[in-house]
C-alpha cells in the first residue's frame, strides 16, 4: 500500500524542503516523482531484489555518507540546519523509518546538481532530470516509468 500523495507532499516534502530553505514547485515536484517511481510512493521502503537502497526515495548508503560527508560539509548554512534535526549522523536505515530524514537527504542530492530544475509542470523535464541525475544512466528505471508512476501515484484524481 503507497501513501496518499497529498498527505506526504503536504507532510513531509514541504517541511522537508522548508527546513533546507530549498522550497520552489520545481523540487516539490522532482521529490513527489522521485518517490512515485523509486518506491510506488512507500510502496517498498527496501530495494526490491536485496539492493542497497533504502527509504521512500531509495538512496544508497554510499550516496547518503557522501552527502554528508563531501557536500554538507561544505554548506556550513545548509549543515546547521540538518543538525537541528539530526545532531549526530543517522545511519542510513533511518531513511526507511524516518520520512523527514529521507526527503532532505533526496532534495540535498539534487542540489548538488549544477544543472537548473525543471519547471514543476514539465513533466518530461522532471522524468529526464531524475534518470540523468538520480536513477543515472546504468539506471534501471526509465523517463517513461517516472511519468506513468507520476500519474499512478502522484496526479490527483478528480
Known amino acids: 500500500m503507497s501513501m496518499q500523495a497529498k498527505q506526504f507532499r503536504e507532510q513531509v516534502v514541504r517541511p522537508a524542503l522548508a527546513l533546507v530553505a530549498m ?16 518506491s510506488g510512493m512507500g510502496r517498498h521502503l527496501k530495494q526490491v531484489g536485496g539492493g542497497p537502497a533504502l527509504g521512500v526515495f531509495q538512496m544508497e548508503p554510499a550516496t547518503y555518507r557522501d552527502i554528508w560527508e563531501n557536500f554538507l560539509n561544505h554548506q556550513p ?25 529521507a526527503a532532505v537527504m533526496c532534495r540535498i542530492h539534487y542540489r548538488r546538481v549544477r544543472e537548473p530544475l525543471p519547471a514543476a509542470e514539465d513533466l518530461p523535464g522532471l522524468a529526464r532530470y531524475w534518470k540523468k541525475h538520480y536513477n543515472t544512466l546504468l539506471g534501471a528505471g526509465t523517463e517513461a ?14
Open 77 to 101: 548554512a545548509t549543515l546547521q540546519r540538518v543538525r537541528g534535526w539530526w545532531p549526530t549522523l543517522p545511519l542510513p536505515e533511518r531513511m526507511i523509518t524516518d520520512l523527514m530524514l
Open 23 to 38: 522550497e520552489s514547485p520545481a523540487a516539490e515536484a522532482l521529490l513527489m516523482g522521485t518517490a512515485a517511481q523509486e
Open 145 to 158: 516509468e517516472f511519468i506513468h508512476n507520476w500519474h499512478r501515484y502522484v496526479e490527483e484524481k478528480v
